[in-house]
């Protein structure tokens, strides 16, 4: 049973370009979040998916924006990129309905903006 | 704004000594997750607290949601060289928008 996945591992961009990360999440999950942990700091909530809608979101721009398909698995887009979204980005997947939310984190896309 | 604060921001201790990290919110949790980070890598889920005043033991490890429900304590006893890496905590206000501590990082000296 393959847990989340993430691809790419590292990307790297220059500034005004456009990003798009991809997640699958683990067997049996609906749900899907997204994190920016920039170095030394906490997971920041980018917004959750799930049945193919955008179900919360934190307090980032609408230069982020995201996709959940049919399959669960989700994308995350970045468009006209700042130096300042040079970052880890997470992928987590958990399984709505249930009481008990654990999620489960990908291994991250390293995002460098240069 | 709603947001998890926690301390310390770094912890450095000798094996076998005990470590402690806290985390408090302004407003009331509706629950309360841990989570370990390993240098280089992901977070990993530990466990999730949910009832006030709830204590949770798994081995050296004792986490405690407070009685207001607006801040959280994990408990490691007797560290060990594995224990090294970040702790988070991650608290969710209506059980989906989940706020994320900036983490203790943990190092642990032979």
């Known amino acids: 049973d393959a847990g989340v996945t993430q691809s790419p591992t590292h990307l790297i961009k220059t500034r005004g370009q456009q990003v798009t990360l991809r997640c699958s999440p683990k067997s049996g999950h609906d749900t899907v979040s997204w994190y920016q942990q920039a170095l030394g700091q906490g997971p920041q909530f980018i917004f959750q998916y799930y049945e193919e809608e955008e179900r919360q979101r934190g307090n980032f721009p609408d230069r982020f924006s995201g996709h959940q398909f049919p399959n669960y698995s989700s994308e995350l887009n970045v468009n006209a990129l700042l130096l300042g979204d040079s970052a880890l980005y997470l992928c987590?997947?958990?399984?709505?309905?249930?009481?008990?939310?654990?999620?489960?984190f990908g291994p991250g896309t390293r995002l460098t903006v240069l | 704004g709603q947001q998890v604060m926690q301390i310390p921001q770094y912890q450095h201790v000798q094996e076998g000594e005990d470590f402690t990290t806290y985390c408090n919110s302004s407003t009331t949790l509706s629950n309360i997750q841990w989570y370990k980070q390993r240098p280089g890598g992901h977070p990993v889920f530990l466990i999730q607290?949910?009832?006030?005043?709830e204590v949770k033991k798994q081995k050296r490890l004792t986490f405690q949601f407070g009685e207001a429900k607006k801040n959280s304590s994990l408990h490691i006893t007797a560290t060990q060289t594995t224990d090294v890496g970040t702790y988070f905590c991650?608290?969710?206000?209506?059980?989906?928008?989940?706020?994320f501590g900036a983490g203790t990082r943990l190092t642990v000296k032979p």
């Open positions: 987590a997947s958990s399984r709505r309905g249930t009481s008990y939310n654990e999620q489960f």
């Open positions: 607290l949910v009832k006030s005043g």
């Open positions: 991650a608290g969710s206000y209506n059980n989906n928008d989940m706020r």
